[in-house]
Protein backbone atom coordinates (compact mmCIF):
# COMPACT_ATOMS: atom_id res chain seq x y z
CA UNK A 1 0.00 0.00 0.00
CA UNK A 2 1.27 3.55 -0.78
CA UNK A 3 1.98 6.07 1.73
CA UNK A 4 -1.37 8.50 2.63
CA UNK A 5 -0.35 9.21 5.91
CA UNK A 6 0.34 12.85 5.22
CA UNK A 7 -1.24 15.93 5.56
CA UNK A 8 -1.63 16.53 1.98
CA UNK A 9 -4.90 16.35 0.37
CA UNK A 10 -6.76 17.53 -2.72
CA UNK A 11 -9.88 19.78 -2.85
CA UNK A 12 -12.48 18.71 -5.44
CA UNK A 13 -16.00 21.03 -5.24
CA UNK A 14 -19.18 20.20 -6.45
CA UNK A 15 -22.02 22.09 -6.71
CA UNK A 16 -20.70 24.29 -3.92
CA UNK A 17 -19.55 21.17 -1.89
CA UNK A 18 -16.33 20.55 -0.74
CA UNK A 19 -14.89 16.98 -0.47
CA UNK A 20 -11.00 16.37 0.37
CA UNK A 21 -9.34 13.38 -1.52
CA UNK A 22 -6.58 12.09 0.04
CA UNK A 23 -3.18 12.33 -2.25
CA UNK A 24 -1.22 9.03 -1.96
CA UNK A 25 2.40 8.87 -2.74
CA UNK A 26 4.95 6.30 -4.32
CA UNK A 27 8.31 5.55 -3.30
CA UNK A 28 9.82 7.41 -6.50
CA UNK A 29 7.68 10.37 -6.08
CA UNK A 30 4.26 9.28 -8.05
CA UNK A 31 1.77 11.05 -7.06
CA UNK A 32 -2.13 10.51 -6.75
CA UNK A 33 -5.68 11.26 -5.61
CA UNK A 34 -7.08 8.49 -4.13
CA UNK A 35 -10.82 8.51 -5.36
CA UNK A 36 -11.95 5.10 -3.66
CA UNK A 37 -14.75 6.88 -1.89
CA UNK A 38 -15.66 9.16 -4.65
CA UNK A 39 -18.33 7.72 -6.22
CA UNK A 40 -19.95 6.54 -2.43
CA UNK A 41 -19.48 10.18 -1.29
CA UNK A 42 -20.22 12.09 -4.44
CA UNK A 43 -22.45 10.40 -6.48
CA UNK A 44 -19.73 10.75 -9.42
CA UNK A 45 -17.42 8.43 -11.27
CA UNK A 46 -14.50 9.14 -13.52
CA UNK A 47 -14.17 9.26 -16.91
CA UNK A 48 -10.64 7.80 -17.83
CA UNK A 49 -10.71 5.94 -21.39
CA UNK A 50 -7.84 3.49 -22.18
CA UNK A 51 -7.00 4.22 -18.11
CA UNK A 52 -4.14 6.56 -19.49
CA UNK A 53 -4.94 8.48 -15.58
CA UNK A 54 -5.78 6.16 -13.78
CA UNK A 55 -3.37 3.66 -11.35
CA UNK A 56 -5.33 0.38 -10.64
CA UNK A 57 -3.03 -1.17 -7.83
CA UNK A 58 -0.11 -0.90 -6.44
CA UNK A 59 3.17 -2.68 -7.15
CA UNK A 60 6.42 -3.61 -5.77
CA UNK A 61 7.59 -4.95 -8.91
CA UNK A 62 8.96 -2.46 -11.90
CA UNK A 63 9.76 0.90 -11.61
CA UNK A 64 9.74 3.13 -14.50
CA UNK A 65 9.66 7.06 -15.59
CA UNK A 66 8.75 7.54 -18.41
CA UNK A 67 9.85 10.96 -18.98
CA UNK A 68 13.41 10.39 -17.98
CA UNK A 69 13.32 7.08 -19.87
CA UNK A 70 14.22 5.06 -16.63
CA UNK A 71 13.24 1.30 -16.06
CA UNK A 72 14.06 -0.91 -13.17
CA UNK A 73 12.88 -4.61 -12.32
CA UNK A 74 12.44 -4.84 -8.20
CA UNK A 75 14.91 -1.76 -8.12
CA UNK A 76 17.77 -3.11 -10.22
CA UNK A 77 18.18 -0.56 -13.73
CA UNK A 78 17.83 -2.54 -16.62
CA UNK A 79 20.81 -1.77 -18.28
CA UNK A 80 23.08 -3.77 -15.79
CA UNK A 81 20.17 -6.74 -15.33
CA UNK A 82 20.43 -6.91 -19.31
CA UNK A 83 24.13 -6.63 -19.19
CA UNK A 84 24.90 -8.83 -16.49
CA UNK A 85 22.39 -11.26 -16.18
CA UNK A 86 20.86 -14.65 -17.05
CA UNK A 87 17.42 -14.54 -17.98
CA UNK A 88 16.52 -17.00 -15.20
CA UNK A 89 17.64 -15.01 -12.62
CA UNK A 90 15.80 -12.14 -13.44
CA UNK A 91 13.05 -14.41 -13.85
CA UNK A 92 13.98 -16.01 -10.01
CA UNK A 93 14.01 -12.22 -9.26
CA UNK A 94 10.81 -10.98 -10.57
CA UNK A 95 9.12 -14.04 -8.62
CA UNK A 96 11.09 -13.66 -5.56
CA UNK A 97 11.98 -9.94 -5.12
CA UNK A 98 15.63 -10.83 -4.57
CA UNK A 99 18.64 -11.97 -6.80
CA UNK A 100 19.09 -15.83 -6.39
CA UNK A 101 22.42 -16.36 -5.02
CA UNK A 102 24.11 -19.63 -6.34
CA UNK A 103 22.26 -22.04 -4.86
CA UNK A 104 19.13 -20.47 -5.50
CA UNK A 105 19.76 -20.65 -9.00
CA UNK A 106 21.11 -23.95 -9.18
CA UNK A 107 18.14 -25.31 -7.60
CA UNK A 108 15.99 -23.12 -9.79
CA UNK A 109 17.43 -24.31 -12.93
CA UNK A 110 16.88 -28.30 -11.74
CA UNK A 111 13.73 -27.48 -11.37
CA UNK A 112 13.21 -25.90 -15.08
CA UNK A 113 15.04 -29.12 -16.37
CA UNK A 114 13.03 -30.85 -14.18
CA UNK A 115 9.82 -29.22 -15.88
CA UNK A 116 10.54 -29.06 -19.38
CA UNK A 117 8.78 -32.02 -20.63
CA UNK A 118 5.26 -31.15 -21.77
CA UNK A 119 2.18 -34.41 -21.06
CA UNK A 120 2.04 -36.35 -24.30
CA UNK A 121 -1.17 -36.37 -24.73
CA UNK A 122 -1.05 -32.11 -25.32
CA UNK A 123 1.69 -33.04 -28.05
CA UNK A 124 -1.98 -34.38 -29.54
CA UNK A 125 -3.18 -30.86 -29.46
CA UNK A 126 -0.80 -29.77 -32.11
CA UNK A 127 -2.12 -31.85 -34.84
CA UNK A 128 -5.63 -30.56 -35.19
CA UNK A 129 -5.17 -26.53 -35.68
CA UNK A 130 -5.17 -26.03 -39.09
CA UNK A 131 -2.22 -25.50 -41.12
CA UNK A 132 -1.08 -21.54 -40.71
CA UNK A 133 -2.64 -21.04 -37.36
CA UNK A 134 -1.19 -18.24 -35.48
CA UNK A 135 1.26 -19.28 -32.82
CA UNK A 136 0.09 -16.87 -30.83
CA UNK A 137 -3.07 -18.55 -30.77
CA UNK A 138 -2.13 -22.10 -30.54
CA UNK A 139 0.34 -20.71 -27.11
CA UNK A 140 -2.68 -19.10 -25.37
CA UNK A 141 -5.16 -22.09 -25.88
CA UNK A 142 -1.60 -24.78 -24.91
CA UNK A 143 -1.32 -22.33 -22.30
CA UNK A 144 -4.66 -22.58 -20.64
CA UNK A 145 -4.91 -25.88 -21.46
CA UNK A 146 -2.12 -26.90 -18.98
CA UNK A 147 -4.39 -26.24 -15.92
CA UNK A 148 -6.44 -29.80 -17.00
CA UNK A 149 -3.10 -31.43 -16.84
CA UNK A 150 -1.20 -29.84 -13.64
CA UNK A 151 -4.36 -28.72 -11.21
CA UNK A 152 -2.73 -28.12 -8.18
CA UNK A 153 -3.88 -24.59 -8.41
CA UNK A 154 -7.71 -25.78 -8.29
CA UNK A 155 -8.01 -25.98 -4.05
CA UNK A 156 -5.70 -22.98 -3.25
CA UNK A 157 -4.35 -20.80 -5.59
CA UNK A 158 -1.47 -19.39 -3.87
CA UNK A 159 -0.12 -22.93 -2.33
CA UNK A 160 1.65 -23.95 -5.00
CA UNK A 161 2.39 -21.22 -6.92
CA UNK A 162 6.48 -21.39 -6.74
CA UNK A 163 5.74 -25.15 -8.93
CA UNK A 164 3.36 -23.62 -11.08
CA UNK A 165 5.40 -20.54 -11.91
CA UNK A 166 8.57 -22.63 -12.55
CA UNK A 167 6.84 -25.26 -14.44
CA UNK A 168 4.94 -22.59 -16.78
CA UNK A 169 8.19 -20.61 -17.70
CA UNK A 170 9.87 -24.19 -18.41
CA UNK A 171 7.23 -25.69 -20.39
CA UNK A 172 6.09 -22.79 -22.43
CA UNK A 173 8.67 -22.45 -24.01
CA UNK A 174 9.13 -26.23 -24.95
CA UNK A 175 5.04 -24.92 -26.30
CA UNK A 176 6.57 -22.38 -28.22
CA UNK A 177 9.37 -24.85 -30.20
CA UNK A 178 6.54 -27.30 -30.23
CA UNK A 179 4.38 -25.05 -32.21
CA UNK A 180 6.91 -23.92 -34.65
CA UNK A 181 7.92 -27.24 -35.56
CA UNK A 182 4.64 -28.36 -36.59
CA UNK A 183 3.85 -25.34 -38.36
CA UNK A 184 6.73 -26.31 -40.79
CA UNK A 185 5.91 -30.30 -40.51
CA UNK A 186 9.03 -31.28 -38.75
CA UNK A 187 9.49 -33.84 -36.30
CA UNK A 188 9.76 -32.33 -32.54
CA UNK A 189 13.02 -31.58 -30.69
CA UNK A 190 12.67 -32.67 -27.30
CA UNK A 191 14.03 -30.43 -24.64
CA UNK A 192 17.77 -31.57 -23.24
CA UNK A 193 19.09 -31.21 -19.75
CA UNK A 194 22.69 -29.94 -20.56
CA UNK A 195 21.70 -26.52 -22.33
CA UNK A 196 20.87 -23.40 -21.15
CA UNK A 197 17.47 -22.02 -20.96
CA UNK A 198 17.73 -20.29 -23.96
CA UNK A 199 20.02 -22.65 -25.60
CA UNK A 200 17.32 -25.08 -25.27
CA UNK A 201 14.94 -23.33 -26.58
CA UNK A 202 16.89 -22.79 -29.97
CA UNK A 203 18.08 -26.20 -30.07
CA UNK A 204 14.49 -27.11 -30.30
CA UNK A 205 13.46 -24.84 -32.71
CA UNK A 206 16.46 -25.19 -35.24
CA UNK A 207 17.79 -28.79 -34.54
CA UNK A 208 16.91 -31.42 -37.21
CA UNK A 209 17.23 -35.28 -37.17
CA UNK A 210 19.24 -34.33 -40.89
CA UNK A 211 21.28 -31.12 -39.78
CA UNK A 212 22.43 -30.96 -36.30
CA UNK A 213 21.86 -27.25 -34.86
CA UNK A 214 24.83 -25.64 -33.63
CA UNK A 215 24.07 -23.75 -30.60
CA UNK A 216 26.53 -20.60 -30.66
CA UNK A 217 27.12 -18.83 -27.72
CA UNK A 218 26.66 -15.11 -29.06
CA UNK A 219 23.18 -16.30 -30.21
CA UNK A 220 22.30 -17.59 -26.93
CA UNK A 221 23.22 -14.03 -25.41
CA UNK A 222 21.38 -12.23 -27.99
CA UNK A 223 17.92 -14.02 -27.30
CA UNK A 224 18.74 -14.03 -23.16
CA UNK A 225 19.08 -9.76 -23.64
CA UNK A 226 15.80 -9.91 -25.57
CA UNK A 227 14.25 -12.01 -22.94
CA UNK A 228 15.43 -9.91 -19.79
CA UNK A 229 14.22 -6.75 -21.87
CA UNK A 230 11.10 -7.67 -22.36
CA UNK A 231 10.85 -9.68 -18.92
CA UNK A 232 8.00 -7.05 -16.95
CA UNK A 233 6.76 -3.30 -18.01
CA UNK A 234 4.32 -2.87 -14.99
CA UNK A 235 0.69 -2.33 -15.95
CA UNK A 236 0.91 -2.66 -19.84
CA UNK A 237 -2.44 -4.20 -21.30
CA UNK A 238 -1.32 -7.71 -21.41
CA UNK A 239 -0.36 -7.39 -17.88
CA UNK A 240 -3.19 -5.99 -16.96
CA UNK A 241 -5.41 -8.62 -18.76
CA UNK A 242 -3.46 -11.05 -16.61
CA UNK A 243 -4.45 -9.11 -13.20
CA UNK A 244 -8.26 -8.54 -14.58
CA UNK A 245 -8.88 -12.23 -15.11
CA UNK A 246 -7.00 -13.09 -12.13
CA UNK A 247 -9.18 -10.66 -9.90
CA UNK A 248 -12.14 -13.22 -10.79
CA UNK A 249 -10.14 -15.75 -9.17
CA UNK A 250 -9.32 -17.21 -12.13
CA UNK A 251 -6.37 -19.74 -12.15
CA UNK A 252 -2.98 -18.56 -13.06
CA UNK A 253 -3.06 -20.61 -16.31
CA UNK A 254 -6.10 -19.22 -17.11
CA UNK A 255 -4.82 -14.97 -16.51
CA UNK A 256 -1.54 -16.08 -18.59
CA UNK A 257 -3.86 -17.27 -21.53
CA UNK A 258 -5.28 -14.32 -21.58
CA UNK A 259 -2.42 -12.16 -21.57
CA UNK A 260 -0.91 -13.70 -24.27
CA UNK A 261 -4.32 -13.05 -26.36
CA UNK A 262 -4.01 -9.11 -24.82
CA UNK A 263 -0.30 -9.00 -25.91
CA UNK A 264 -1.17 -10.33 -29.62
CA UNK A 265 -2.62 -6.72 -31.04
CA UNK A 266 -0.36 -4.90 -33.14
CA UNK A 267 -0.77 -2.07 -31.06
CA UNK A 268 0.86 -3.94 -28.20
CA UNK A 269 3.07 -6.95 -28.58
CA UNK A 270 2.30 -7.91 -32.33
CA UNK A 271 3.99 -4.77 -32.70
CA UNK A 272 6.78 -6.46 -33.39
CA UNK A 273 6.08 -8.50 -36.35
CA UNK A 274 3.82 -5.42 -37.87
CA UNK A 275 7.63 -3.64 -37.88
CA UNK A 276 8.88 -6.38 -39.87
CA UNK A 277 5.85 -6.09 -42.54
CA UNK A 278 5.95 -2.59 -42.39
CA UNK A 279 9.59 -2.18 -43.13
CA UNK A 280 10.00 -5.03 -46.22
CA UNK A 281 6.66 -2.97 -47.80
CA UNK A 282 8.87 -0.19 -47.58
CA UNK A 283 11.35 -2.10 -49.39
CA UNK A 284 9.31 -3.32 -51.81
CA UNK A 285 8.34 0.12 -52.53
CA UNK A 286 11.79 1.01 -53.34
CA UNK A 287 12.26 2.71 -49.83
CA UNK A 288 9.47 4.88 -50.44
CA UNK A 289 9.69 6.53 -46.47
CA UNK A 290 7.91 9.42 -47.32
CA UNK A 291 4.72 7.81 -48.32
CA UNK A 292 4.98 5.82 -45.27
CA UNK A 293 5.76 8.99 -42.79
CA UNK A 294 2.79 10.81 -44.81
CA UNK A 295 -0.20 7.84 -43.70
CA UNK A 296 0.77 7.63 -40.47
CA UNK A 297 0.13 11.36 -40.08
CA UNK A 298 -2.93 11.54 -42.22
CA UNK A 299 -5.95 11.44 -39.64
CA UNK A 300 -7.95 9.37 -42.14
CA UNK A 301 -6.00 6.73 -42.50
CA UNK A 302 -5.66 4.39 -39.79
CA UNK A 303 -1.98 3.39 -40.25
CA UNK A 304 0.78 4.02 -37.92
CA UNK A 305 4.40 3.96 -37.78
CA UNK A 306 4.46 0.45 -35.94
CA UNK A 307 7.67 0.57 -33.24
CA UNK A 308 7.30 4.48 -32.95
CA UNK A 309 5.08 5.50 -29.56
CA UNK A 310 4.20 4.42 -26.03
CA UNK A 311 1.77 5.02 -23.48
CA UNK A 312 4.74 6.26 -20.66
CA UNK A 313 7.65 6.40 -22.48
CA UNK A 314 8.28 10.62 -23.91
CA UNK A 315 11.62 9.97 -24.09
CA UNK A 316 13.70 6.72 -26.02
CA UNK A 317 12.27 3.86 -24.65
CA UNK A 318 15.48 2.57 -22.49
CA UNK A 319 15.43 -1.25 -23.66
CA UNK A 320 14.80 0.18 -27.04
CA UNK A 321 18.51 1.69 -27.26
CA UNK A 322 19.90 -2.03 -25.99
CA UNK A 323 18.52 -3.53 -28.34
CA UNK A 324 19.49 -1.50 -31.01
CA UNK A 325 23.36 -1.73 -29.84
CA UNK A 326 22.41 -5.44 -29.39
CA UNK A 327 21.54 -6.05 -33.13
CA UNK A 328 24.01 -4.10 -34.29
CA UNK A 329 26.44 -6.09 -32.31
CA UNK A 330 25.13 -9.49 -33.52
CA UNK A 331 24.21 -8.79 -37.32
CA UNK A 332 28.53 -8.01 -37.07
CA UNK A 333 29.25 -10.92 -35.42
CA UNK A 334 27.44 -13.33 -37.84
CA UNK A 335 28.17 -11.40 -40.28
CA UNK A 336 24.13 -10.68 -41.47
CA UNK A 337 23.26 -8.27 -44.14
CA UNK A 338 20.00 -7.30 -43.52
CA UNK A 339 18.37 -4.47 -45.46
CA UNK A 340 16.07 -4.10 -43.35
CA UNK A 341 18.24 -2.81 -40.61
CA UNK A 342 19.74 0.20 -43.21
CA UNK A 343 15.69 0.76 -43.76
CA UNK A 344 15.06 0.89 -39.89
CA UNK A 345 17.80 3.13 -39.43
CA UNK A 346 16.69 5.68 -42.08
CA UNK A 347 12.94 5.46 -40.71
CA UNK A 348 14.60 6.78 -37.31
CA UNK A 349 16.13 9.13 -38.64
CA UNK A 350 13.68 10.96 -40.40
CA UNK A 351 10.89 10.26 -37.91
CA UNK A 352 13.31 11.88 -35.21
CA UNK A 353 13.36 15.05 -36.82
CA UNK A 354 10.04 15.20 -38.19
CA UNK A 355 7.71 17.96 -36.35
CA UNK A 356 4.71 15.50 -36.04
CA UNK A 357 6.56 12.86 -33.89
CA UNK A 358 8.74 15.14 -32.37
CA UNK A 359 5.64 17.09 -31.05
CA UNK A 360 4.30 14.42 -29.84
CA UNK A 361 7.59 12.68 -28.32
CA UNK A 362 7.05 9.65 -30.72
CA UNK A 363 10.33 7.29 -30.18
CA UNK A 364 11.35 4.32 -31.19
CA UNK A 365 10.11 1.50 -28.70
CA UNK A 366 11.06 -1.99 -27.43
CA UNK A 367 9.40 -3.79 -30.86
CA UNK A 368 11.48 -1.10 -33.35
CA UNK A 369 14.78 -3.08 -33.13
CA UNK A 370 14.02 -6.71 -31.68
CA UNK A 371 12.56 -8.34 -34.76
CA UNK A 372 15.42 -7.72 -36.51
CA UNK A 373 17.40 -9.92 -33.96
CA UNK A 374 15.03 -11.64 -34.13
CA UNK A 375 15.57 -12.86 -38.57
CA UNK A 376 18.96 -12.68 -37.53
CA UNK A 377 18.64 -15.40 -35.28
CA UNK A 378 16.40 -17.56 -37.60
CA UNK A 379 13.12 -17.14 -36.02
CA UNK A 380 10.32 -16.92 -38.35
CA UNK A 381 8.39 -13.47 -38.51
CA UNK A 382 5.13 -15.19 -37.08
CA UNK A 383 6.93 -16.37 -33.95
CA UNK A 384 7.97 -13.01 -32.83
CA UNK A 385 5.27 -11.92 -30.33
CA UNK A 386 5.40 -15.47 -28.78
CA UNK A 387 9.16 -14.63 -28.11
CA UNK A 388 7.83 -11.38 -26.31
CA UNK A 389 5.40 -13.84 -24.66
CA UNK A 390 8.29 -16.35 -23.25
CA UNK A 391 10.16 -12.94 -22.17
CA UNK A 392 6.80 -11.47 -20.58
CA UNK A 393 6.22 -14.57 -18.73
CA UNK A 394 8.11 -13.99 -15.27
CA UNK A 395 6.60 -11.00 -14.94
CA UNK A 396 3.05 -11.75 -16.15
CA UNK A 397 3.43 -14.31 -13.29
CA UNK A 398 5.09 -12.33 -10.50
CA UNK A 399 2.15 -9.47 -11.39
CA UNK A 400 -0.36 -12.18 -11.03
CA UNK A 401 1.04 -13.03 -7.48
CA UNK A 402 0.92 -9.64 -6.27
CA UNK A 403 -2.22 -9.14 -7.58
CA UNK A 404 -3.58 -12.23 -5.26
CA UNK A 405 -1.99 -11.61 -2.24
CA UNK A 406 -2.82 -7.68 -1.79
CA UNK A 407 -5.02 -7.45 0.40
CA UNK A 408 -5.97 -3.91 -1.32
CA UNK A 409 -7.29 -6.59 -4.85
CA UNK A 410 -10.98 -5.86 -5.61
CA UNK A 411 -12.63 -8.01 -8.81
CA UNK A 412 -11.90 -5.53 -11.82
CA UNK A 413 -14.28 -3.96 -13.04
CA UNK A 414 -14.98 -0.25 -14.43
CA UNK A 415 -18.00 1.29 -14.68
CA UNK A 416 -19.59 3.63 -17.75
CA UNK A 417 -21.27 6.33 -18.70
CA UNK A 418 -24.00 5.18 -20.61
CA UNK A 419 -25.01 6.59 -24.40
CA UNK A 420 -27.29 4.60 -25.43
CA UNK A 421 -31.03 5.00 -26.09
CA UNK A 422 -33.33 5.72 -23.47
CA UNK A 423 -36.32 3.07 -22.10
CA UNK A 424 -38.30 1.99 -24.82
CA UNK A 425 -41.53 -0.40 -25.29
CA UNK A 426 -41.04 -3.31 -26.12
CA UNK A 427 -43.12 -4.50 -29.54
CA UNK A 428 -44.01 -7.64 -30.12
CA UNK A 429 -42.36 -9.72 -33.37
CA UNK A 430 -45.39 -9.82 -35.10
CA UNK A 431 -46.14 -6.02 -34.64
CA UNK A 432 -42.66 -4.57 -35.61
CA UNK A 433 -42.26 -2.83 -39.02
N1 LIG B 1 2.44 6.63 -35.69
C1 LIG B 1 1.77 7.77 -35.94
N2 LIG B 1 1.18 8.52 -34.99
C2 LIG B 1 1.23 8.07 -33.74
C3 LIG B 1 1.91 6.88 -33.39
C4 LIG B 1 2.53 6.16 -34.43
N3 LIG B 1 3.19 5.02 -34.15
N4 LIG B 1 1.79 6.67 -32.05
C5 LIG B 1 1.07 7.69 -31.58
N5 LIG B 1 0.74 8.55 -32.59
C6 LIG B 1 0.03 9.83 -32.45
C7 LIG B 1 -1.48 9.63 -32.30
O1 LIG B 1 -2.12 9.64 -33.54
C8 LIG B 1 -1.86 10.80 -31.43
O2 LIG B 1 -1.89 11.94 -32.24
P1 LIG B 1 -2.93 13.13 -31.91
O3 LIG B 1 -2.50 13.67 -30.57
O4 LIG B 1 -2.78 14.10 -33.03
O5 LIG B 1 -4.29 12.50 -31.86
C9 LIG B 1 -0.65 10.96 -30.49
O6 LIG B 1 0.47 10.43 -31.23
C10 LIG B 1 -0.78 10.22 -29.16
O7 LIG B 1 -1.07 8.85 -29.45
P2 LIG B 1 -2.12 7.97 -28.66
O8 LIG B 1 -2.63 6.93 -29.57
O9 LIG B 1 -3.12 8.86 -27.98
O10 LIG B 1 -1.18 7.35 -27.56
P3 LIG B 1 -1.44 6.04 -26.73
O11 LIG B 1 -0.65 6.18 -25.49
O12 LIG B 1 -2.89 5.78 -26.59
O13 LIG B 1 -0.84 4.88 -27.67
C11 LIG B 1 0.66 3.33 -28.65
C12 LIG B 1 0.41 4.30 -27.48
C13 LIG B 1 1.91 2.54 -28.35
C14 LIG B 1 -0.51 2.38 -28.78
C15 LIG B 1 0.85 4.16 -29.96
O14 LIG B 1 1.99 5.01 -29.85
C16 LIG B 1 0.98 3.28 -31.20
O15 LIG B 1 -0.03 2.91 -31.78
N6 LIG B 1 2.24 2.91 -31.61
C17 LIG B 1 2.42 1.99 -32.73
C18 LIG B 1 2.28 0.55 -32.24
C19 LIG B 1 3.47 0.12 -31.40
O16 LIG B 1 4.61 0.31 -31.77
N7 LIG B 1 3.18 -0.52 -30.27
C20 LIG B 1 4.20 -1.05 -29.36
C21 LIG B 1 4.25 -0.29 -28.08
S1 LIG B 1 5.69 -0.66 -27.09
C22 LIG B 1 5.63 -2.31 -26.63
C23 LIG B 1 4.34 -2.81 -26.11
O17 LIG B 1 3.64 -2.21 -25.31
O18 LIG B 1 3.99 -3.91 -26.50
Known amino acids: ?7 KTAELIIDD ?3 QLDIIEGLEGDKAIDIRGLLRNTGYTVYDTGYKNSAACSSTITYLDGEKGILR ?19 YLLLHNKLPNREELESFRTLLEEFALIHEDMIHFFDHFPPNAPPMSILSVMVNSLHNYYPEMSADPLENIDKTATRLISKIRTIAAFSYKKSIGHPLIYPRNDLSYCGNFLNMMFNTPVRPYIVLPEVVAALNKLLILHADHEQNCSTSAVRLVGSAG ?18 HGGANEAVIQMLEAIHKDNNDYKKYVAKAKDKNDPFRLSGFGHRIYRTYDPRGTIIKEAC ?9 KDPLLEIASNLEEIVLNDEYFVSRNLYPNIDFYSGIIYRALGIPTNMFTVMF ?3 RLPGWIAQWREMREDPETKIFRPRQIYIGSPKREFVPLRERK
Open 73 to 91: YRGYAIEDLAERCLFIEVA
Open 328 to 336: NGLLAVLNV
Open 389 to 391: ALG
Open 1 to 7: MPDNNHS
Open 17 to 19: KKY
Open 250 to 267: GNLYSSISAGINALWGPL
